[in-house]
DNA sequence: TATCATTTGTAGCGAGTGCTACAATTCTGC
DNA sequence: GCAGAATTGTAGCACTCGCTACAAATGATA
């Protein structure tokens, strides 16, 4: 059902999920920046990645091949659907790994800087007890 | 104290994590691999990695001008002083993680795979959290 | 509209990590 | 000791993601 990938190593699991977390970071920024101030620049993203403008229009040229972006020369950066979706569920599973860690009483900073990694290597069964715990640190 | 990066983005602190990592995992792998059978090849890196042998063999000639391996060419693979104080303080943190991941309630395997990438973005405050978190529910 | 600042694109560099193919060395078994 | 297997090294390729420097396009302002 899922890919044929070698996951019983968890080394290339790790390496398999790198190789996607460029993409759902840049989806999931995208998708925040145009719901916040209406379109979304490269330079907006330069800023947010604290990287070069140079790295993002590369970056954004190979999302745009691989279908999950759209842009004109010099004009904003917008989702596919395909990339809407994809920053949903990346949205969906950050928000879920920072409650996750205030919960646990990390400070609001670090559980930030930490979930910003941390989110790319957490699988389903993870997930589920992450979400679990924070229901019930809620319902308390 | 620490270090002069920039901690204050979290894709920058991710982008530092990840480059600390391979030789978080390497020495890890060396020092484990030299306990159990006494000595470290480059194959068997390359066979716990999931890797060919000449990736290995690269990495291993920059950990060793790095200072946290030594070897010889067509010989085994041996830590430094100072990789091996990077491989005890990396198997203490991954433990950790583990531990933690298992006292949540993530069954084994998925513990396992998890813990070899979220070891790498997890803070000390997130650390400290997590041992708080093993010491409530074993002492339960 | 002409000018200037901002933004985006392009050229070209380096580091890191993956690979296959082939060469050199070491180890093993006869 | 010697042949062949196993291991390690080297050459060379690809892809990703950083960067600076410079060019082109866009946007704002006088
Ligand atoms: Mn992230
Ligand atoms: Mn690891
Ligand atoms: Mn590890
Ligand atoms: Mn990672």
Known sequence: MSEPVKRNNPFAKVR????AETAEDYVEAVSDMVHRTGECRVRD???IM???????TRIVTRLQEQGLI????YRPVRLTSSGEKLAANSRQRHEIVLQFLLALGVPQDDAERDTEGIEHHVGQATLD???????ERSGD
């Open 129 to 135: 007890r992450m979400a679990a715990f924070i229901r």
């Open 70 to 73: 759209e842009t004109e020369p």
């Open 16 to 19: 398999a999920d790198h190789a």
């Open 45 to 47: 993203l330069a800023k």
């Open 50 to 56: 604290g990287v070069s403008h140079v790295t993002v």
